[in-house]
C-alpha cells in the first residue's frame, strides 16, 4: 500500500463546520474579554503590589511587629498572639521550621495591609510556603516566596477562627504547618 | 537497504525494522515506567485516605515525587517517542535516517530516568516534581533530568530529520497524513519547551554543586525563586501541551483505525493544531496568578491564552473527531435518529472506547476547569488546593494516559506482531480506567474547593502544634478519592498487565 493524502488544505468549511467555529470563537473572546472586566468590577482580585526584600529584613519587620502587638502567648505552640490595630501594616511569614510567624488578631470590617513572605525563624532555609486562609466558608490561597513582600490588602468581613495551612510543599514538616487568625465582631 | 523493510501482512504497511526495534523498545520503557508509577500512585493515594494513611511521612514525599515524575516525564515522553518514530516511519513508508542516534537516545533517557528514580527513592531528591527553590536535591537528581532532557530532544530532532528524509526521498504524496501532522505539532512545541528546561535545570543543576563532589560552597550563586518559578513554568506548562498535540493525534487515529472515519475537513483540523503551536505556549503564568512580582495585567494578558485561541483550537478538535466518526458510522448503515450512529459505536473495541473517554473526559473533566482555574479570582480560591491535582488527572491522565492506552492496542499487534492477550481484559480496562480516575479526579476537585491542600501527609493536622480541623464533608469526598482511585488502579493494572503478558507471551501473528 502506498500513502498518499491529497492537498486538502483549502477545501472551504461546510455549514456545521462554520457554525460551531463561529460559536466556538464568540465564546473564547467572550471568556477573553471577561478576565479583565472581572478585575474591574469583581469585589476579590488578586494583589497587585510586591516588593522585593531581603530574608533578613523581613525577620526584622515581622520580629519588630510581634513585639509592638504583642497581648498573650499561645502555650502549645509557643507562637505570640498579635492584635495589630485596624488599618496598620500587618507582617505574616512562614518559618524555616515550618511554623507560622504569629497568630493574629483582627477586627472584622476593619482594612489590614498583610504583608507576607518567608523567613528562617530558626531554620536553615527560607522556603517557598502557600499561605492558605480556611474556614468551612471560605478559602483563599496565595503564595509566600523568600525575598519577595506581596501585601494583601485584607478586610475580614466575618468574625470567627480562620485556619491557617500550608499548601506549597515546603519540606518535611511541611504538614505541620497550621496556625489561625482570629476575626473578633 | 530494501531488506531492512517488511511490510505488514494485514494492513499493507512498509515496515522499517530498525525503527520497528526502537518503537518497541521505547514502548516498553513507557509501559514499565507506567507500572512503577502505578504503584506509587497506590502508597500515595492509601497515605492521602487518613482512615488508611499508609505510609510515613518521609516515603509519603518521596513517592510522590517518583510518581509524577515516573509518570509525567518518563511514560509520557517514552511513549511520545515511540509515537513520533511510528509517525515519521510506518505512516510515512519511510526509515528512520540514524538507527544509532535513536539508540543513543533512548540510553539518554533510561540512564536518566534511572538517576532520577535512584536519588529519589534513597531520600536525596524529597523535592517534589517542581523542585522549587530553595529546596535543594542532591545533583544526580538534575543530572539526572538534564539527561533525559536531552535524550528526549535527540529523538525529536531525529524525527524532524525523518520528516525530511521522507520529503526527500518521496516516500508520501501529497501533504503528510494528519496524525504525522499532529505529531509534528508537538514536535515543534517540544523542541521550544526543551530549551526551557535548559534554561532552568542547568544552573539549578550547578547551584546544587555547591559543596557536593569537592566543589567550594560560593561555586554558583542562589537562583531567586520567583525567577525560578516564572521559567520553571515556562517548561512546565507548554510541556502539557506537547501531551494535548500527541493525545488529539491518537484521537484522529484510533478513530480513523476503528470506524475507518476519515477527517471532515482537514484544513480546519490541521489549523487548530497550529493554534495549538502558536498560541498555547502563552498562558504559563495561570501557575503564577497569586505569586507576588509579576503585575496583574501582565499575568491577565499571558492567562487569557492570547484571546483563548488555544481553547478554540480544543474545541475544534472536540467537534471534528467525533463529527468524523459519526459520518463513519451513518455509512455503516445506522442513521435512525440523531443518535443511533452512538449507540452502535464500536464500545466494546477498547481503543474506540478509551479515545471517546479520553475526549469527553478531557475536555469535560480537565479542560473547562483548566480554564476556569486559570482565571484570576477563581485562582485565588484554587490554587495550590486538591482542585488542582484533580484537574490535570483530568488532562494528562484522563485525557493523555487514556488515549495512549487506547492506540497500544493497535502497536501489539502491528509492531510486536502479537495477539492482544486477553480480550477481555483490554475490554474492561478503559471503562475502569475512565470511570476510575472521572470519579476521583472530581472527588478531588470538591474537596480542594474546601481548602483541601494538594501534595500533604496529614490533613487531620494531628502532629502540628496548633489543631486544625477541616469541614466533615471533606472526608466524604476523600474517601470517594480513594474509591475512585482503586478502581483506576484496577484499570491501569489490567492494561499493563494485558500489555506485557501480549508483548511477552502473546500468540504471534507471523
Ligand atoms: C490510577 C492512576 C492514578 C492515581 C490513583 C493517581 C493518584 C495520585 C495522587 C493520590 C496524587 C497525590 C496528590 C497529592 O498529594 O497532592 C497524585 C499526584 C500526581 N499525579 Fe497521579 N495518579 C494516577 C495516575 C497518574 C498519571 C497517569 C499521571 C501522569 C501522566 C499522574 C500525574 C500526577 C502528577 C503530576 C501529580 C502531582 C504530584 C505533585 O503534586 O507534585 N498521575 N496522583
Ligand atoms: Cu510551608
Ligand atoms: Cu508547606
Known amino acids: ?185 | 537497504m530494501a531488506e531492512q523493510f517488511r511490510t505488514c501482512p494485514t494492513t499493507g504497511l512498509k515496515i522499517h525494522k530498525p525503527a520497528e526495534t526502537l518503537i518497541r523498545v521505547n514502548a516498553v520503557a513507557a509501559v514499565v515506567c507506567l507500572l512503577v508509577g502505578g504503584l506509587a500512585a497506590l502508597l500515595i493515594l492509601l497515605t492521602r485516605w487518613p482512615a488508611v494513611h499508609l505510609l510515613n511521612e518521609e516515603w509519603f514525599y518521596r513517592l510522590l515525587t517518583a510518581h509524577a515524575l515516573d509518570m509525567l516525564i518518563a511514560w509520557i515522553i517514552f511513549f511520545e517517542v515511540a509515537g513520533l518514530y511510528f509517525g515519521a516511519t510506518v505512516l510515512l513508508n519511510n526509515r528512520l535516517p540514524a538507527p544509532k542516534v535513536g539508540w543513543v537516545a533512548f540510553i539518554l533517557m533510561i540512564v536518566g530516568g534511572a538517576l532520577i528514580n535512584y536519588t529519589v527513592l534513597v531520600g536525596e531528591a524529597t523535592v517534589a516534581f517542581t523542585s522549587y527553590v530553595p529546596l535543594k536535591a542532591s545533583p544526580t537528581y538534575y543530572l539526572g533530568v538534564i539527561l533525559f532532557a536531552v535524550g528526549a530532544l535527540t529523538a525529536v530532532l531525529h524525527f524532524f530529520a525523518a520528516l525530511i528524509v521522507a520529503k526527500k526521498e518521496k516516500t508520501y504524496e501529497g501533504s503528510l497524513p494528519m496524525v504525522t501532522f499532529g505529531l509534528m505539532c508537538a514536535g515543534v512545541i517540544a523542541v521550544l519547551t526543551l530549551l526551557h528546561g535548559a534554561a532552568i535545570y542547568i544552573p539549578t543543576f550547578l547551584w546544587s554543586l555547591n559543596g557536593q563532589w569537592g566543589i567550594p560552597n560560593d561555586f554558583f550563586p542562589g537562583i531567586d525563586p520567583m525567577i525560578y518559578r516564572l521559567v520553571w513554568w515556562g517548561l512546565g506548562h507548554p510541556s502539557q501541551q506537547i501531551n494535548v498535540c500527541a493525545m488529539v493525534s491518537m484521537w484522529y487515529l484510533i478513530a480513523t483505525l476503528t470506524t475507518g472515519a476519515k477527517p471532515l475537513n482537514e484544513k480546519l483540523c490541521r489549523t487548530a493544531f497550529l493554534l495549538y503551536v502558536l498560541f498555547i505556549n502563552v498562558a504559563s503564568e495561570h501557575h503564577l496568578l497569586v505569586d507576588p512580582a509579576l503585575s496583574i495585567w501582565h499575568k491577565i494578558v499571558n492567562t487569557s491564552y492570547v484571546m483563548h485561541l488555544a481553547v478554540l483550537a480544543s474545541m475544534i478538535h472536540a467537534f471534528a473527531v467525533p463529527a468524523m466518526v459519526e459520518v463513519a458510522l451513518r455509512k455503516k448503515g445506522f442513521t435512525k435518529g440523531l443518535f443511533e450512529w452512538l449507540k452502535k459505536a464500536p464500545w466494546g473495541n477498547p481503543a474506540f472506547a478509551s479515545m471517546f473517554i479520553s475526549l469527553m473526559g478531557f475536555g469535560f473533566v480537565g479542560g473547562i476547569t483548566g480554564v476556569t482555574f486559570g482565571t484570576e479570582q477563581i485562582s485565588i480560591i484554587r490554587h495550590n488546593t486538591w482542585s488542582i491535582t484533580g484537574h490535570f488527572h483530568g488532562t494528562v491522565v484522563l485525557g493523555t494516559t487514556l488515549a495512549f492506552m487506547g492506540i497500544t492496542y493497535y502497536i501489539v499487534p502491528l509492531i510486536f506482531r502479537r495477539q492482544i492477550f486477553s480480550e477481555t481484559m483490554a475490554k474492561l480496562s478503559p471503562y475502569f480506567f475512565g470511570g476510575g480516575v472521572f470519579i476521583f479526579a472530581n472527588a478531588m476537585m470538591f474537596a480542594g474547593g474546601y481548602g483541601v491542600p494538594r501534595r500533604h501527609w496529614d490533613i487531620t493536622f494531628a502532629g502540628a502544634s496548633i489543631p486544625f480541623q477541616f469541614d466533615p464533608t471533606v472526608f466524604f469526598f476523600i474517601a470517594l478519592t480513594g474509591l475512585g482511585g482503586l478502581l483506576a488502579i484496577v484499570g491501569g493494572a489490567l492494561y499493563v498487565l494485558n500489555t506485557v503478558a501480549s508483548v511477552f507471551i502473546g500468540k504471534k501473528i507471523q
Open chain 1, 1 to 185: 500500500m502506498s500513502i498518499s493524502v491529497e492537498r486538502i488544505w483549502w477545501r472551504p468549511l461546510d455549514r456545521e463546520e462554520k457554525i460551531w467555529v463561529t460559536i466556538a470563537l464568540i465564546w473564547c473572546l467572550g471568556t477573553f474579554f471577561m478576565m479583565p472586566v472581572w478585575h474591574v468590577i469583581a469585589k476579590q482580585n488578586t494583589p497587585n503590589e510586591s516588593y522585593k526584600v531581603s530574608v533578613d529584613d523581613f525577620e526584622k519587620l515581622v520580629t519588630a511587629f510581634n513585639e509592638k502587638y504583642k497581648v498573650g502567648m499561645d502555650e502549645n505552640s509557643g507562637l505570640p498572639i498579635v492584635r495589630p490595630p485596624a488599618g496598620s501594616d500587618v507582617y505574616f511569614a512562614g518559618t524555616g521550621i515550618w511554623q507560622w510567624s504569629s497568630i493574629l488578631e483582627l477586627e472584622a470590617g476593619k482594612e489590614y495591609r498583610l504583608h507576607i513572605s518567608s523567613i528562617k525563624g530558626g531554620g536553615v532555609e527560607a522556603w517557598q510556603h502557600g499561605l492558605s486562609i480556611v474556614s468551612s466558608k471560605f478559602n483563599a490561597n496565595f503564595m509566600i516566596i523568600p525575598g519577595y513582600d506581596y501585601v494583601l490588602k485584607i478586610t475580614p468581613t466575618e468574625a470567627g477562627e480562620y485556619g491557617v495551612i500550608c499548601n506549597e510543599f515546603c519540606g518535611i514538616g511541611h504538614h505541620l504547618m497550621a496556625g489561625k487568625i482570629i476575626v473578633k465582631g
